[in-house]
């Protein structure tokens, strides 16, 4: 009976990924490719601020978002800021359509096994991970609603902590 208990708890412990990464710890690499076929790795915009958004088509929350990540990143994408769109596990097609249909130029990349969702500790959607330009998580956000202000925010506050980290490293 112990056995079966320890099984099941191990087994649902696997189901769910990982922890999501605290602020203040390095973001966990990965590449995936986009919808045009062109691979994305976290580490070729390693001096950009990155907003990865972990979203799927079916998810209302993560659509309604869409547009305000969509204004900042038009706003910011020349000031080193990036938005890289993870779609997990949904059809290429569907997300090619809904794309298409909203009109969203940043990176929509596919995470056809959710292991880089996995990675991030990511269960339920949206989730919001802000990387800063070294690669390290400051903003780990589940749920809610990203709007044009918070994203400023968030983005701003990066920004601003930045001359004092690179500061400290000489």
Same mark, same amino acid.
């Given at each position: 009976?112990?056995? @079966?208990? %320890?099984s099941t #708890?191990v $087994?649902s412990?696997?189901?769910m990924?990982s =922890?999501?990464?605290?602020a $203040?710890m390095?973001a966990?690499g990965?590449?995936?490719?986009?919808?045009q076929g062109k691979?994305?790795?976290? /580490?070729? *915009?390693?001096g +950009?601020?990155?907003?990865? !958004? &972990?979203?799927a088509t079916?998810c +209302?929350?993560?659509?309604? /978002?869409m547009?305000a990540m969509?204004?900042? *990143?038009d706003q910011?994408r020349?000031k080193? &800021?990036v %938005?890289?769109?993870? !779609?997990?596990?949904?059809? /290429?097609? +569907?997300? =090619?359509e809904?794309i298409?249909? *909203?009109k969203h130029? &940043?990176?929509? #990349? @596919?995470? =056809?096994?959710n292991r880089?969702a !996995?990675q991030y500790?990511v269960? $339920? @959607?949206p989730v919001?991970? &802000?990387?800063?330009q070294q690669? %390290?998580?400051?903003?780990y956000i +589940? $749920?809610?609603l @990203?709007?044009?202000?918070k994203?400023q925010?968030?983005?701003s =506050?990066i920004?601003?902590?930045?001359?004092?980290k690179?500061?400290?490293?000489?």
């Amino acid at each position: 009976m112990t056995a @079966l208990l %320890v099984s099941t #708890l191990v $087994g649902s412990a696997l189901a769910m990924g990982s =922890r999501p990464p605290a602020a $203040g710890m390095p973001a966990s690499g990965f590449s995936l490719t986009d919808l045009q076929g062109k691979a994305h790795t976290l /580490e070729q *915009y390693r001096g +950009k601020i990155v907003l990865v !958004n &972990f979203w799927a088509t079916w998810c +209302k929350p993560c659509t309604s /978002e869409m547009p305000a990540m969509q204004t900042v *990143y038009d706003q910011l994408r020349d000031k080193d &800021f990036v %938005v890289l769109a993870v !779609n997990e596990l949904e059809d /290429e097609a +569907k997300v =090619r359509e809904h794309i298409q249909q *909203y009109k969203h130029t &940043f990176p929509v #990349l @596919l995470d =056809r096994e959710n292991r880089v969702a !996995n990675q991030y500790g990511v269960f $339920g @959607l949206p989730v919001s991970v &802000f990387i800063d330009q070294q690669g %390290v998580v400051q903003e780990y956000i +589940k $749920g809610g609603l @990203l709007t044009e202000q918070k994203i400023q925010e968030i983005v701003s =506050r990066i920004q601003q902590a930045a001359p004092i980290k690179a500061a400290a490293l000489h």
